[in-house]
Each structure stands twice: as C-alpha cells, then as structure tokens.
C-alpha cells in the first residue's frame, strides 16, 4: 500500500487506531529484562493486551524476557513482525530502519518511542511503503485509544473534577 508522508509533528488518531488494530507481533528493539525500565513496563502492558512482543537486545540475547527469547538483531527473529517497536536513541533508529528494510519480510510498521524521531530514517522507511510513528508509544496511545489512561497509569474508569469522598 502506498502511504504519503505524514507530518510528524501529530498524527490523526484514526491513523493511529489502524495501525494498534492490525499488528500482532512487534520485535521490541531495545527491551530490556530490568522490571523498572520503560521497554520492560511497555513490554508487560503490550503482552497483556494480546500483542506478542519478541524482545531484541544483543547484549541479552538468548536469554528470555517475560518468555520470548531475546534476539541480538532483526534479521535473528524466526518470524515475520508486524510492528519494529524502537526502544534506542534517534540516531540509532537509522540502522534500525534499514536492518528492517533488509528483512525477507519487512514489518507494516516503524514506531519510534518517545523521545526517539529520525526524520530521514522514517521518509526512507515511508519510501518502502511502511507506517511510521516517531517520538510516541504504543502503550500509552493504546491506553489513551482505548479509555485507559489514568493519572496512576491505570484506568479509574472516571473522569471527574470533584474531589471524592473520604470514608
């Protein structure tokens, strides 16, 4: 499918719904198996709404986090992804993106997380027919998507100005 570049600065939630809505497997470039860092948090929220998120972190590869095998790079996970979660700096998502480009069977889609943007790297992936997110992330567009963001990061199911009641 051919897709125009977008401007990356906001992305209509339409757009963003269509892709939450179609990918069930992500490799998680960047996961890291430390319970109090955002890949791990992102990971175990991801999981938990029916993703399957295959961890990709040479430094831990063939090791497991919250049991999918971690691989060193793209090219080493056995099965096509739908989604390339990128979990490192901006300048590194350039080699991410092509590693990506490379695959037998390239993914649907790029998401940068937050703090992540590589303008180049997103036309080029752009340029080879993916969707690209740049500087969000999956877990908390999902939650905000879908009624449950809350100020605790969990849904209260109530939006209210008034202070509740004590008792």
Known sequence: MDHAPLNHDRYDDAYLRGILRTVK???????????????????????GKGFRVIPVNPGVAGQAILKETVYARLRDVPVPVDMVD???NSEAAAGI??????????????WMQLGVRNDAAAAKAEAAGIQVVMNRCPKIEWARLNGELGWMGTSS????????KKG
């Open 25 to 47: 497997t992500i490799a998680m470039v960047g996961a890291s198996p430390n319970w109090n860092r955002p890949s791990y948090f992102a990971m175990t929220y991801l999981q």
């Open 86 to 88: 990128i979990f490192r």
């Open 97 to 110: 993106v092509d590693e990506a480009l490379a695959l037998p069977v390239p993914p649907k889609v790029i």
């Open 157 to 164: 199911r109530v939006i209210s100005s008034k202070m509740q």
